[in-house]
């Protein structure tokens, strides 16, 4: 049987890649640190991962068993040293922190095969494969770096299913939306695996993705969490303000996309209409806090939604719901949340300019920079 090495066998790891691979046939050995998860893949070998619909449906995912990455080091890189395909869903700032045992299984395995492995970082991050890639190499010597050509393929890719944080007392099982779509960039003939879509370039797709789906989640997060800090994202959808917003938003993002890309307008519109429906998918019961977390992240220069803003003022578009849209991420203070503490402590201590100009690289004269500065005072009341 066909193996597979995941890293991070959490929501979308069960819910998404996992599944798809087992489905099509692979054994999925999955990698991670919470030692509840990994021992109840071993002892149970399997989980269910239901539909957020009327009805429910629920599929049996099965070959399915566990790692732990800190306790089962020789275990993870004999997996990586007869895998065809290693993927991860781990969250972008985990990257760096497992690339020391991938390059360690990628060592011994060019030892041992010739055979193909593709790498796929399967993160909500531009080109988060790539950066995978250069995380490795930091760790491997020039011979073997020049042995991984020809054998190891770097695939960067673009995910989207919604999948909530779980309520269900800790059991395997992963409540995920219908809907999916999974994007690889690759030029190689990589075996084929149900639900994955080949690309020759990943660029529109993955700014298609982010900066719709999640430049929408993100606006309804945070201004939904202005509103109430425990409201799920279809209770923050029932607010027509934050309707209206979100809508303004994805008019900016699409204005941009459709002139980058040369998007048809309509079916970009169609496309937009499609992702708020899914947000208001009630079943999931997806929290503002979930999809506002990080915000470090979520506000850097790459993401969803400095990227779009700085794109579109390059384009001579309008950006200025966006700019709103960061000015409600800087105010996202929920004391859980690492990244928002410390982002409250940056503001508290240099001040918004300052901290957009450390996270986001926006200079202090930037128009967008005073959008977002006078949006935060009017937000912050
Ligand atoms: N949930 C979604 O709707 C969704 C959709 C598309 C993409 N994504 C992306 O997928 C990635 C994972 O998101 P998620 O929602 O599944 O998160 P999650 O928190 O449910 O899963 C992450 C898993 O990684 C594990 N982990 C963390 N640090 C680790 C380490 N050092 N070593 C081994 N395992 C470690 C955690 O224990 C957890 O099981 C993120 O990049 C996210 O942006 C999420
Ligand atoms: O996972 P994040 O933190 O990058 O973003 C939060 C959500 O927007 C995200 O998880 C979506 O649910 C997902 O990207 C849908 O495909």
Request: net charge negative; charged share 25%.
């Amino acid at each position: 049987m066909n193996q597979v090495v995941h890293f991070g066998a959490g929501n979308i790891g069960r819910g998404f890649i996992g599944a798809l691979f087992s489905k099509s046939g692979y054994h999925v050995t999955f990698v991670d640190l919470a030692d509840d998860i990994i021992n109840q893949l071993n002892e149970k070998g399997q989980y269910q991962v239901k539909l957020a619909t009327d009805q429910q449906e629920t599929m049996t995912i099965t070959n399915v068993s566990g790692l732990n990455n800190m306790k089962q080091e020789s275990d993870v890189i004999e997996a990586i040293k007869h895998a065809t395909f290693l993927t991860t869903a781990i969250g972008p700032n985990i990257l760096p922190r497992i690339a020391p045992l991938i390059a360690k299984g990628l060592t011994e395995r060019v030892k041992s095969t010739d055979d193909k492995l593709y790498v796929i970082a399967c993160e909500n991050q531009i080109s988060a494969t790539d950066l995978l890639k250069g995380y490795v190499l930091e760790h491997l010597d020039q011979e073997t770096a020049e042995l991984l050509t020809g054998k190891v393929y770097f695939c960067n890719s673009a995910v989207d299913r919604i999948v909530p944080i779980q309520n269900n007392q800790g059991s395997l099982d992963v409540l995920v939306e219908p809907y999916y779509e999974w994007v690889v960039e690759t030029k190689e003939n990589i075996p084929s695996v149900d639900g994955m879509d080949i690309v020759a370039d990943l660029a529109p797709f993955i700014e298609r993705k982010l900066f719709t789906v999640n430049t929408g989640h993100a606006v309804i997060a945070y201004l939904g969490y202005l509103k109430n800090k425990s409201f799920t994202i279809d209770q923050a959808l029932a607010d027509e303000e934050i309707v209206q917003q979100v809508k303004a938003t994805l008019s900016e993002t699409g204005a941009y996309l459709t002139h980058q890309y040369g998007l048809d307008p309509e079916e970009h519109q169609q496309y937009i209409n499609k992702i708020i429906n899914r947000f208001k998918n009630s079943y999931l019961n997806d929290a503002v806090i979930r999809v506002g977390r990080s915000p470090l992240r979520k506000l850097g220069l790459n993401d969803r939604l400095v990227r779009p803003a700085t794109e579109a003022k390059k384009a001579g578009l309008s950006y200025t719901n966006l700019a709103k849209a960061i000015a409600s991420a800087l105010l996202f203070d929920y004391k859980e949340d690492e990244e928002a503490v410390k982002l409250q402590a940056m503001i508290k201590e240099k001040g918004v300019s300052q901290v957009l100009k450390e996270v986001s690289g926006l200079e202090e004269d930037n128009e967008i920079t005073q959008e977002v500065i006078s949006y935060y005072n009017v937000l912050k009341g």
